[in-house]
């Protein structure tokens, strides 16, 4: 029998309202002709939307006494883990917005005319003098974002799978409108494509087998039946590790990880930016939520997998990462280790990983919009002076302290938050997520990123050495040009001041983490 | 006929589709693996729902279609528009993309 759902509508009012200026946001397009103006509408629409959505959802956050509501038993909570999570990938769209946003000097911006045109074709020069613009990105970023915050609230299988379609799909679309370097977008947004529906159907084959086992999807029942049934685990094991890949190809683990440095570097950079940070808080909020509200008495048998996957995760990341050329292509692989970072938190499944994982999640991701929004300020300059795509190639970078020293330092600031370095927010997040595993008793896996962090810093450094004490080559001098956008400064400052904050006086940060640090089972 | 019988044959459709999806250098038929698992994994919903005598696993198979549809939806616009780039959807020609 089917019964009428109890819903508790302000609950989900964050969701609701992302995901209804998504809605109006389409209707901007079929509405408004002139690009200018629809742009400028659609970039107010998607920042009232993501700041709204935010100043709800820290209302919810103050007002909340205990650990949350049940939105909808056995489906939807939110509780602080839930909100925490929410708030966290709102400032990333809010930031992600302002960079898709963003243009160059000469009014060029990220993103083709033209997606449906093939590069090179009469219709994409047709395209190019009429100025169009494909100001579609905006609604895709806003259901994106919609799907993320209900992937990181949704408290069973199913709905996660169709929240996992939600944010992946704008995505897939996303990665294939950069404006230059077009079949590389193409065919990256293809690659990705290809794996991210390979990743779903997997995930979507184990909740089918968790559904087999325990006769129901949501995340409490399986638990139950776990538990019910100690002896006849045939059809959980199976299922659950089926799911936890689907998570882990999301997250971007090794070896499910080969998606990520090709939709990384094929992607518009500020889709990058975005994708980067948000992707990988999802994926993250999920598989805590997963691990520790439905899967936690697998831990015998799941924690040989996950312990292999950190470790091949951080080795495979930093090493990789320290041939690299493309600075793009080397902050993929540096994101790839740092998912072997998050899973470390999981060693033992502590429950400190419940403060510690959100924590790091928001300091990587701060970081990682900082350090792209500074990629799409360095540009190619040609012999006539016009301005071209980005300098991705690392030689280009050298010398850029000397071109623009405070840019040049934002992105050291970002790098060294990567390594970890104190006094920056990187830092206080790898002491956490390492807090977290020695309490599970993972402190060999807790040796293993030390050593992978110490390795990583190597590449971090040299991208400073080659940025400050490099002089740039004779014949280069014309070669790379910085350009400017405030909107992209904008970004870039205020990931600045949050890192450095987050660093210096982590304390009320913190302790947010640790008031996050709970989970309701959804019934 | 024993309801079970259908699991077992969704779990080889499902090993079937991987195998395509991991082996075949055409984009189409890579992207037809993924729909092949897609639809295992509702053939077991279905069969699971069967045999626990309830419908809840055949409604989950509807959202598992309309997800899919919305799928080849994307899928396929990104492959036209490589295609009319590349006039071709091998996976091995795109070389773009390397290390």
Redesign the interface.
């Known amino acids: 029998m089917f019964t009428a759902p109890d819903l508790s509508y302000m609950a989900f009012a964050p969701i609701i309202i992302v995901l209804l200026a998504g809605a109006i946001g389409v209707l901007v397009e079929a509405i408004v002709r002139d690009a200018a103006t629809r742009r400028a509408a659609q970039l107010t629409l998607t920042l009232v939307a993501t700041l709204g959505a935010l100043i709800v959802a820290a209302v919810q956050w103050a007002t909340t006494t205990e650990a949350g509501v049940v939105a909808q038993a056995g489906f939807f909570v939110m509780d602080k883990q839930a909100l925490a999570w929410q708030c966290m990938l709102l400032v990333f769209a809010a930031l992600g917005a302002l960079l898709f946003a963003a243009r160059t000097r000469a009014g060029e911006e990220a993103f083709t005319p033209l997606g449906s045109a093939a590069p090179g074709s009469p219709e994409e020069a047709e395209a190019l003098r009429r100025k169009l613009e494909v100001t579609e990105v905006f609604p895709l970023l806003l259901f994106a974002v919609g799907g993320m915050m209900t992937f990181a609230s949704t408290t069973d299988y199913l709905a996660l799978f169709v929240a996992l379609e939600v944010f992946s799909l704008p995505l897939y679309i996303m990665v294939a409108l950069a404006r230059r370097k077009r079949l590389l977008s193409e065919e990256g947004a293809l690659k990705y494509f290809l794996l991210g529906a390979f990743s779903s159907a997997i995930y979507l084959f184990g909740v089918a087998l968790l559904y087999g086992a325990a006769a129901t999807t949501s995340y409490a029942g399986v638990l139950g039946a776990i538990l019910a049934s100690p002896g006849d685990l045939a059809l959980f094991v199976p299922g659950a590790i089926l799911v936890l890949v689907g998570i882990l190809f999301k997250l971007g683990a090794v070896p499910f990880h080969t998606w990520s440095p090709d939709a990384y570097q094929a992607a518009p950079t500020p889709v990058t930016a975005f994708m980067a940070a948000a992707t990988k808080a999802a994926a993250a909020a999920a598989l805590v939520r997963i691990v520790f509200s439905s899967l936690y008495p697998l831990e015998w048998e799941l924690s040989w997998m996950i312990w292999t996957v950190a470790i091949v995760t951080m080795v495979v990341g930093t090493v990789v990462a320290l041939v690299q050329t493309d600075i793009k292509r080397m902050l993929a692989y540096s994101s790839v280790a740092h998912a072997g970072f998050i899973l470390v938190a999981f060693a033992g499944f502590s429950p400190e990983a419940l403060s510690a994982v959100p924590f790091y999640l928001l300091t990587y991701g701060l970081a990682t919009i900082g350090a792209f929004a500074v990629i799409t300020q360095v540009r190619e300059k040609a012999d006539d002076g016009t301005v071209g795509g980005e300098a991705t190639r690392l030689g280009q970078w050298a010398g850029l302290g000397r071109r623009d020293p405070l840019l040049a330092g934002a992105m050291a600031l970002f790098l060294l938050s990567f390594a970890g370095i104190p006094l920056t927010a990187g830092f206080i997040g790898k002491f956490q997520v390492f807090a977290a595993a020695i309490d599970g008793g993972g402190w060999p896996l807790v040796l293993v990123a030390v050593l992978a962090s110490a390795a990583a810093a190597f590449f971090y450094v040299r991208l400073i050495v080659l940025m400050f004490l490099t002089d740039v080559p004779e014949d280069q001098q014309e070669a790379v040009e910085v350009d400017y956008h405030p909107y992209t400064r904008v970004v870039v400052w205020i990931t600045v001041i949050a890192t450095v904050f987050l660093g210096v006086m982590p304390v009320w940060a913190l302790q947010a983490a640790s008031d996050a640090g709970v989970l309701l089972t959804g019934l | 006929m024993n309801p079970i019988a259908f ?1 077992y044959l ?1 779990t080889v459709l ?1 090993g079937i ?2 195998a395509a ?1 991991l082996l075949r250098r055409n ?1 189409i038929i ?2 037809m ?2 729909e092949l ?2 639809n ?3 053939l ?2 279905v ?3 069967r ?2 005598g ?1 419908i ?2 055949q409604v ?1 198979a509807f ?2 279609m309309v ?1 899919a549809a ?2 080849v939806v ?2 396929l ?3 036209i ?2 295609f ?3 006039q071709t959807i091998s ?1 091995d020609e ?1 070389a ?2 390397k ?1």
Do not use: K, Q, T, Y
Request: no cysteine.
């Open positions: 699991v969704a499902f589709g991987a999806v984009a890579a992207f693996g993924v698992m897609l295992a994994a509702n077991a919903l069969a699971f729902s045999i626990h309830e809840d696993g989950m959202f598992v997800v919305a799928e994307v899928g616009a990104i492959i528009a490589l009319r780039a590349r996976l795109p773009e993309l290390g």
